[in-house]
């Protein structure tokens, strides 16, 4: 199965998961007083149009280069990182507001069962951004570790629900607010993974070098290239789930063009046969 292919599936996974999430937490929100469990079905839903994002952002990137796009199409993805962020704060938003809104109104106590409930969707949803972070980290997908850490803010969440039902029902008739300030804190905590999410697609839309293990991989492979005698810089790009890389080779100042051209084809075919993640390979001579 390809890089793009993994992706697909893990984003499929998502959203069936979060379709069928929101749809339990709305209900149970609604029939067990629980504003937190409403919010949590809010987050939810934006979670699938998120994904959805995700997925047609993957078709897209996946893509083969063509004239007008000779490195691919892989940068459509911090941008639906962006979209995705965007669908975050938003969700956030109206949360912080209802809970705002919601803590000054008196209002019924949570329902006790609503808890179970809660601890089901806890467990699912952490096993959901390890199972769709696990797979981020394969393919190298930056829109696709945003939709794991959806899940994980999602667990978050729930957590905090948990809690403020708990206080709630614990301490009884004066403390019904608790469920709202578990909501809130939600709504914060949203935010948070908001920005975590978007600094480094912002990194990969600047170019941003973050990626020295890369570079010493790629210095290793080419110490083991016939005629290589070294190398010295080397830029790396990301897109999408691929990484394109200028490297600048030393070679024998002695040998003729033709034979540096050769050693530069034969280290650039070794670099992508031994680093799968490597897109285009840009190989500059240097005589020594």
């Known amino acids: 199965m390809t890089n793009e292919e993994t992706a ?16 339990i937490k709305g209900v149970a929100g609604y029939f067990g007083n629980s504003y937190a469990l409403v919010a949590d079905a809010i987050e939810s839903t934006t979670d699938i149009f998120a994904s959805l994002l995700v997925l047609l952002g993957l078709r897209y990137a996946s893509r083969p280069a063509d004239k007008n796009h000779p490195y691919g199409h892989g940068r459509i993805e911090p941008l639906v990182t962006f979209l995705v962020v965007g669908f975050l ?6 949360i912080a507001y209802e ?3 919601n803590i000054g109104t008196p209002h019924a106590l949570p329902k006790a069962w609503t808890l179970a409930i809660l601890g089901g ?3 699912w949803k952490e096993i959901s951004f390890r199972t769709v972070m696990k797979k981020a980290e394969e393919t190298n997908s930056s829109s696709l570790k945003a939709d794991a850490w959806h899940h994980r803010s999602d667990a978050i969440t729930s957590v905090a629900a948990f809690v403020g039902i708990s206080i709630t029902l614990v301490l009884g008739k004066g403390y019904e607010s608790a469920d709202d300030w578990a909501a809130l804190f939600a709504a914060g905590f949203i935010l948070y993974n908001s920005y975590q999410i978007f600094r480094p697609a912002l990194g990969e839309i ?26 010295e810089k080397c830029f790396i790009r990301k897109a999408g789930m691929q990484y394109h890389v200028d490297l600048h080779a030393k070679v024998s100042g002695d040998i003729t063009v033709r034979q540096g051209h050769e050693i530069a084809h034969h280290l650039k075919d070794t670099l992508r046969s031994r680093l799968p993640q490597l897109g285009h ?8």
Request: aromatic share 4%; glycine share 4%.
């Open 8 to 23: 697909v599936k893990a984003t499929y996974f998502s959203i069936i998961g979060n379709t069928s999430l929101a749809l």
């Open 89 to 94: 704060i938003t969700s956030a938003t109206i």
């Open 99 to 101: 809970s705002i809104q």
């Open 121 to 123: 969707i806890i467990i």
């Open 206 to 231: 600047l170019d941003e070098h973050v990626y020295d293990d890369l570079v010493l991989e790629i210095r290793q492979v080419a110490a083991t290239v016939e005629g290589v005698r070294g190398t």
């Open 281 to 288: 390979v840009l190989i500059h001579v240097e005589p020594q």
